[in-house]
């Protein structure tokens, strides 16, 4: 479970939404459990938002229940799961885990973005062949003892275990 979004500063209507619509999942809807064992729900417009943008590229999960977001307030902690925020949590620890790249990798790799580009790619991609490509070399300097080069693999395999658990965790929903 992940805690992106955070639903503290939803929006302070139900918007014509009912419980039985968070609980379907509705795009924006969530239901939330409070500390005391409370049962509610809200609506969010920025989880609306980041839903229909995650709708925008797989049409095909429109109507399906896997939308539905939970958040569990534990009082000095909140908890929201859900396919969508997960997946934007994933998101944001591969751009956290490609910012920490060393510097001289990060260099190479904005390089070979731009020949990409260059040769007439996509910018996305142009931006995986590169990582792809960057993530080669740095295997290579790896093997021949670098230690930044290997620190950085070793934080990129940790990515690669949250994305693969998130892609377990949500097949499901993905099966047509």
Same mark, same amino acid.
């Given at each position: 479970?992940? #805690?992106?979004?955070?639903?503290?500063?939803?929006?302070?209507?139900?918007?014509?939404?009912?419980?039985? /619509?968070?609980?379907? !999942?509705?795009? #924006?809807? &969530?239901?939330?459990?409070?500390?005391?064992?409370?049962?509610?729900?809200? =609506?969010?417009?920025? $989880?609306? %938002?980041?839903?229909?943008? =995650? $709708?925008?590229?797989? +049409?095909?999960?429109? !109507? %399906?229940?896997?939308?539905?977001?939970?958040?569990?307030?534990?009082?000095?902690?909140?908890?929201?799961?859900?396919?969508? +925020?997960?997946?934007? *949590?994933?998101?944001?620890?591969?751009?956290?885990?490609?910012?920490?790249? +060393?510097?001289?990798?990060?260099? /190479? $790799?904005?390089?070979?973005? /731009?020949?990409?580009?260059? %040769?007439?790619?996509? +910018?996305?991609?142009?931006?995986?062949?590169?990582?792809? &490509?960057?993530?080669?070399?740095?295997?290579? &300097?790896? *093997?021949? #003892?670098?230690?930044?080069?290997?620190?950085?693999?070793?934080? @990129? #395999?940790?990515?690669? @275990?949250?994305?693969?658990? @998130?892609?377990?965790? @949500?097949?499901?929903?993905?099966?047509?």
């Amino acid at each position: 479970m992940f #805690g992106y979004p955070d639903l503290s500063s939803a929006d302070n209507c139900s918007c014509g939404y009912t419980i039985f /619509d968070a609980i379907r !999942g509705a795009p #924006g809807t &969530y239901v939330q459990f409070g500390m005391h064992g409370q049962l509610g729900f809200g =609506f969010s417009s920025d $989880l609306w %938002s980041t839903t229909q943008n =995650f $709708l925008d590229a797989n +049409p095909y999960l429109a !109507g %399906s229940s896997a939308l539905q977001v939970v958040v569990e307030n534990f009082g000095v902690d909140q908890v929201t799961s859900g396919l969508v +925020p997960e997946y934007v *949590a994933v998101i944001q620890e591969r751009a956290r885990t490609v910012g920490a790249m +060393p510097g001289p990798f990060a260099q /190479d $790799l904005a390089v070979q973005y /731009d020949e990409d580009i260059s %040769s007439g790619m996509g +910018p996305t991609r142009a931006s995986f062949s590169a990582l792809r &490509y960057e993530i080669g070399v740095m295997q290579q &300097y790896a *093997a021949s #003892g670098d230690p930044q080069a290997q620190s950085w693999l070793n934080i @990129w #395999g940790t990515y690669q @275990w949250d994305l693969n658990g @998130w892609q377990n965790r @949500w097949s499901f929903a993905f099966a047509q």
